[in-house]
Structures are given as C-alpha cells and as structure tokens.
C-alpha cells in the first residue's frame, strides 16, 4: 500500500446499484417466482419447452437481427470487445516481423478476430516494415533503417491502445429473439418435427433513460414458434398462450390490440403511399416524425405527440392496402381468435420498424402502468431465421416485459393477497422454541421433520428465555411457536402455541405433525385434494 493512502484516512466507499438496475428483495421476489412458476405451467401446456441461451452473443448477432440503425443497437447496447485469448508476443529487439506473422497467423485461425480493422492495422504495420526492409542496404539490418520510433508508436496505437480489436465484440442481449434464431440454427433444430415451440426468461440489457417500468436491465419472458407453417391458427395460439397467462395471473385492465402490417408484397407499396401522404403535410410535423418519413415512415404511427394526432387520423390505413394472401391471413387470425374467445381490438397504428416483421402484430397494455403500459409485444416474423443464414423458417413470438407485469400486479391489490403479500421476513411456519441442550437435540429433529413435511421453520441458534423466543416468533409472523423445554422432551408430550389466539395444546410428535398439516390444508383448500 502507498504511503499517501496508508495515511489517509479514507471512508470506506459506498456502493450503489448501477443505475437503471435495481436488487429484487423479499418478499417481492416470491410474487415473481409466482409469475415465473406460472409461466412455466401454463407454457408447457401449450407444448412449449423451456430454452436459455447466454446473456452475451456477438455484436453482429443484434446488429442483424434487430437491425443497425434501431435506436437499441445502435445507442443502446451494451457492447464490448472480449479479451483476446492468445496475444501475438510483443515484439522483441524491434522485430515486427515476427509479430506481424503471428498476428497473421492468429488471425487465420480466429484466434485473433478478423474483423477489418484488426485487418487494416496489420496492413499498415506490415507496409511501414517492408518499406524498411527495402530501405535496409546490405549487412544492414532492417530495424536501423525503419525510424523505430514510429513502429513503436504504431504498436501502441494498434495493440496496446485498444485500436484493435483484440477480442470479438460482444453485446449483452437487449432481447432473445435473435439468440432463439441463432439457437435453432445452431442445433439444426429445422430437422425437429415442426414448429419448434420455445419459451425463455431472463435479464435483458439497453441503455434506456430509466423511468419508473422502464430500466437498464429489466426482464423478459416470452416464446417463439419456428418453422412449419404460418398458418392463422398458429398466431392465434400464441396469443392465446399469453392471454391465458395473464388471466391465471388475474392481470387487471388487459387490453390486445392487433395488426397486420402486411409482408413484402404489399407493405412496401403502402409504405410509399404513406410516405407521399406525410410529405403534404411534413410542415404540421414533430422534427421526429419529420425525420421519420425518410427513414421509416411506419413509426410516425407510432407518435404519441398530441398536435400530430389529427393528422395521423387521416392517413392511409394499412388494413385497406393488404394485397390479398395477406388480408385472408388477418381475417383468419380474426377468427381464430374468435373461436379461442380471445377478445381484442383492432389497431390499425400497431407497427413494428423492423423489415422481417410481417402479418400479426400484437400488443398487450395493462393497469397502473402510466405511460409504459405495454407489457407485452409480438409478432410474425418470418424472413429472420433466413437472415440469420438458416433456412426458410416461419416465425411468430412474444416478449412479455415480466418488470412491468409485476408492477401492474402489485397495482391491483387482488393479486397481492394471492401472492401472500406480506412483511420481508414473514413466512414462518413454525417457531421453535427452544431451552437446555437435550431440548436442542429434540428441536432439531423436529425442525428436520417439519421442513421435511413442507413447513417454514425457524431454529433459532443460541438459546432463548421462552418469552424472548415468543416476541421474536411473532415479530417473524409465525402461526405457531414449538415450545421445547425440559419437560416436553421428558414426557414426549411438545407444547405448541398458536400465536394469533394465544392458546396451548401439547402434542406428541406424530400428532403435531398431523394437526399441522390439516391446518395448512384449511387455510389452503387447493392442497386437500393432493
Ligand atoms: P420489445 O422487446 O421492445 O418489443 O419489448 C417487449 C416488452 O418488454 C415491452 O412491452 C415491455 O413490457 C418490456 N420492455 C422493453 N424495454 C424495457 C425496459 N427498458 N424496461 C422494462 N421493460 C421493458
């Protein structure tokens, strides 16, 4: 340690969450193991199987997928260049030669990435030292010729300034969708029977402007369906899937709204059309949706600017321009969803930017969520696998934004009596009370048996004075203390206290546990019949 900070003496630093995350506490985390408990049951009885792919993927993977020029990969990602796992060797007496061979060498292996910047800094150290090689006359060596100087400063500017890309580039995940594709790829899941019915959570990554429903990394749940057809039927499933998920979660104010925004044939057509229509009246325009109408006119539907919501009204509507595959498609979607009972309305503004999404697109908003009140989003998107380099593959999926859904959930107080709302540390079972150490053998028998039995029980460590134990059971909300004294391991006969009416009733072991467990079934009517 340096003397300067030997001296000093310095606060120990706080530490803080990066902002735009936040720890997920008791007992808030028991409502999401609820909702993730339900997705699971509820997905798999749609056939569908659990996939997790890893949180960091190339770059390029995103860039593809999502697109270069979304706002969340190109502002948003969190990118960086991965360490490189084998360095060429620093070059040694000056001789470049050497490293940039290696550096060829390692890059003809992948082993150093070849990307072209790596490419262009080896070209250009390689032309400054074949230059000085010609230069070199004979018995001379080269080193002396080429201004060592400038190599050196070459070599730190390229290797050791990070100018190169001395690892690939990685992002963590701002979505999985590409990683499903990338995945399905990757394990040649098109030789599967199709469709490949798949289902993921887990912490997505963007550098967003956080807001209350709105983080830095923030959670997903959602599930694709890849390859087979792309029959109507098929969409409407999926959106039954979800449907069915919030319903079991008693999600309060569900509103889906649907679209179609046509495939290559004709959204193309209507694009222009629209884009013609936005330029008469570019002058009443936001600069956003003034930008918009050269870059991707389809997102000036989007705008939620109160002055542009006049014109928005009168624009052309998609529905009315669907060439003819397209518009049998909704209709039979339509229906579908009909012959579910899935209600919905239609939203002729629901567009995605992106050019392999076609056909359905859905939304899904629920209560109490302010302006983020989207917490679900999906649609067909047909062309990605393809772009992904795999083959033809029909596709439709969902990202169910599980932090808002919480939110929502935690909003409307029906679902926090369901989910056992209730202090941090509640939860207990069973307190046992413990005094004298054969009491302390005895107790944590008992404790081993409980828990076995599926009670919450707590041991305390160290011994007790009985009203000391009491305080503490009912500062944890427990239902019952287990008193263990002396005399109850002696006559075999346990004392047990419910704490909400104060009353006693000593038991033996066997009927302890019996009578636990008809309470529990009392008060929870969905574990009499298991
Ligand atoms: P997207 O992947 O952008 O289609 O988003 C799907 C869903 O994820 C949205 O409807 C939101 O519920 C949720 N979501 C997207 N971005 C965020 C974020 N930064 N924070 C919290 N939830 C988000």
């Not at 993921?200 to 959602?222: A, D, L, N, S, V």
């Not at 009315?320 to 009909?338: F, N, S, W």
């Given at each position: 340690?340096?003397?300067?900070?030997?001296?000093?003496?310095?606060?120990?630093?706080?530490?803080?969450?990066?902002?735009?995350?936040?720890?997920?506490l008791?007992?808030?985390?028991?409502?999401?193991?609820?909702?993730?408990?339900?997705?699971?049951?509820v997905f798999a009885?749609?056939?569908?199987?659990?996939?997790?792919t890893?949180?960091?993927?190339?770059?390029?993977?995103?860039?593809?997928?999502?697109g270069?020029?979304t706002?969340?990969?190109?502002?948003?990602?969190?990118?960086?260049?991965?360490?490189?796992?084998?360095l060429?060797?620093?070059?040694?007496?000056?001789?470049?030669?050497?490293?940039?061979?290696q550096?060829?060498?390692?890059?003809?292996?992948?082993?150093?990435?070849?990307?072209?910047?790596?490419?262009?800094?080896?070209e250009?150290?390689?032309?400054?030292?074949?230059?000085?090689?010609?230069?070199?006359?004979?018995?001379?060596?080269p080193?002396e010729?080429?201004?060592?100087?400038?190599?050196e400063?070459?070599?730190?500017?390229?290797?050791?300034?990070?100018?190169?890309?001395?690892?690939?580039?990685?992002?963590?995940?701002?979505?999985?969708?590409?990683?499903?594709?990338?995945?399905?790829?990757?394990?040649?899941?098109?030789?599967?029977?199709?469709?490949?019915?798949?289902?993921?959570?887990?912490?997505?990554?963007?550098?967003?402007?956080?807001?209350?429903?709105?983080?830095?990394?923030?959670?997903?749940?959602?599930?694709?369906?890849?390859g087979?057809?792309?029959?109507?039927?098929?969409?409407?499933?999926?959106?039954?899937?979800?449907?069915?998920?919030f319903?079991?979660?008693?999600l309060?104010?569900?509103?889906?709204?649907?679209?179609?925004?046509?495939?290559?044939?004709?959204?193309?057509?209507?694009v222009?059309?629209?884009?013609?229509?936005l330029?008469?009246?570019?002058?009443k325009?936001?600069?956003?949706?003034?930008?918009?109408?050269?870059?991707?006119?389809?997102?000036?539907?989007?705008?939620?600017?109160?002055?542009?919501?006049?014109?928005?009204?009168?624009?052309p509507?998609?529905?009315?321009?669907?060439?003819?595959?397209?518009?049998a498609h909704?209709?039979?979607?339509?229906?579908?969803?009909?012959?579910?009972?899935?209600?919905?309305?239609?939203?002729?503004?629901?567009?995605?930017?992106?050019?392999?999404y076609?056909?359905?697109?859905?939304?899904?908003?629920?209560?109490?969520?302010g302006?983020?009140?989207?917490?679900?989003g999906?649609g067909?998107?047909?062309?990605?696998v393809?772009?992904?380099?795999?083959p033809?593959?029909?596709?439709?999926?969902?990202?169910?934004?599980?932090?808002?859904l919480?939110?929502?959930?935690q909003?409307?107080?029906s679902?926090?009596?369901?989910?056992?709302?209730?202090?941090?540390?509640?939860?207990?079972?069973?307190?046992?009370?413990?005094?004298?150490?054969?009491?302390?053998?005895?107790?944590?028998?008992?404790?081993?048996?409980?828990?076995?039995?599926g009670?919450?029980v707590?041991?305390?460590?160290?011994?007790?004075?009985?009203g000391?134990?009491?305080?503490?059971?009912d500062?944890?909300?427990?239902?019952?203390a287990?008193?263990?004294?002396?005399?109850?391991v002696?006559?075999?006969?346990?004392?047990?206290?419910?704490?909400?009416?104060?009353s006693?009733?000593?038991?033996?072991?066997?009927?302890?546990?019996?009578?636990?467990?008809?309470?529990?079934?009392?008060?929870?009517?969905s574990?009499?019949?298991?």
């Amino acid at each position: 340690m340096s003397e300067g900070i030997a001296k000093k003496e310095e606060k120990p630093r706080k530490f803080q969450a990066i902002r735009g995350t936040r720890d997920l506490l008791p007992p808030e985390t028991a409502l999401w193991n609820r909702v993730e408990q339900t997705a699971h049951e509820v997905f798999a009885t749609f056939g569908f199987g659990e996939t997790r792919t890893p949180i960091f993927e190339q770059a390029d993977l995103f860039a593809r997928a999502v697109g270069g020029e979304t706002d969340i990969v190109s502002k948003e990602m969190y990118t960086f260049v991965d360490r490189l796992e084998k360095l060429p060797d620093p070059p040694t007496l000056g001789d470049y030669g050497a490293f940039i061979e290696q550096a060829e060498k390692l890059m003809a292996t992948e082993e150093l990435p070849a990307v072209p910047g790596n490419r262009l800094a080896i070209e250009r150290m390689k032309r400054i030292w074949d230059q000085g090689n010609v230069l070199g006359t004979a018995g001379e060596s080269p080193i002396e010729k080429v201004d060592s100087a400038v190599l050196e400063e070459l070599y730190k500017m390229v290797v050791l300034k990070d100018s190169m890309e001395l690892g690939q580039s990685i992002s963590l995940r701002p979505e999985a969708t590409a990683s499903i594709c990338r995945a399905y790829i990757e394990h040649g899941m098109q030789q599967l029977s199709q469709p490949v019915k798949l289902y993921y959570m887990g912490p997505m990554f963007r550098r967003e402007r956080p807001q209350k429903g709105r983080y830095r990394q923030f959670y997903q749940i959602g599930a694709e369906v890849l390859g087979g057809s792309d029959a109507p039927a098929i969409d409407a499933e999926v959106i039954e899937m979800v449907m069915t998920f919030f319903d079991r979660l008693e999600l309060q104010g569900v509103q889906l709204d649907i679209n179609s925004i046509g495939d290559r044939n004709c959204r193309p057509k209507y694009v222009e059309l629209l884009r013609a229509e936005l330029l008469k009246v570019k002058d009443k325009l936001g600069p956003d949706s003034q930008r918009r109408i050269e870059t991707n006119p389809l997102r000036v539907l989007d705008s939620k600017l109160e002055s542009e919501q006049g014109i928005i009204a009168t624009l052309p509507r998609i529905a009315d321009h669907l060439c003819e595959e397209c518009a049998a498609h909704y209709a039979a979607v339509k229906h579908q969803l009909e012959m579910r009972g899935v209600i919905y309305r239609e939203n002729w503004r629901l567009v995605r930017g992106l050019d392999y999404y076609m056909r359905t697109t859905f939304e899904i908003t629920a209560q109490g969520l302010g302006s983020q009140n989207a917490v679900c989003g999906g649609g067909r998107y047909d062309g990605l696998v393809e772009l992904l380099g795999g083959p033809p593959t029909k596709g439709i999926g969902f990202a169910i934004g599980e932090d808002r859904l919480i939110l929502s959930l935690q909003e409307s107080t029906s679902s926090l009596s369901a989910s056992g709302k209730a202090p941090a540390q509640q939860g207990r079972d069973v307190y046992i009370a413990w005094m004298g150490e054969r009491a302390h053998a005895t107790a944590i028998r008992a404790a081993k048996d409980l828990r076995k039995a599926g009670f919450s029980v707590e041991l305390p460590p160290v011994e007790q004075k009985f009203g000391k134990a009491l305080g503490q059971a009912d500062k944890l909300g427990a239902k019952y203390a287990l008193i263990l004294g002396d005399n109850e391991v002696s006559e075999g006969l346990w004392t047990l206290k419910t704490l909400a009416d104060g009353s006693q009733q000593k038991l033996t072991e066997p009927d302890l546990l019996t009578f636990l467990k008809r309470e529990k079934a009392k008060a929870d009517p969905s574990l009499r019949s298991g």
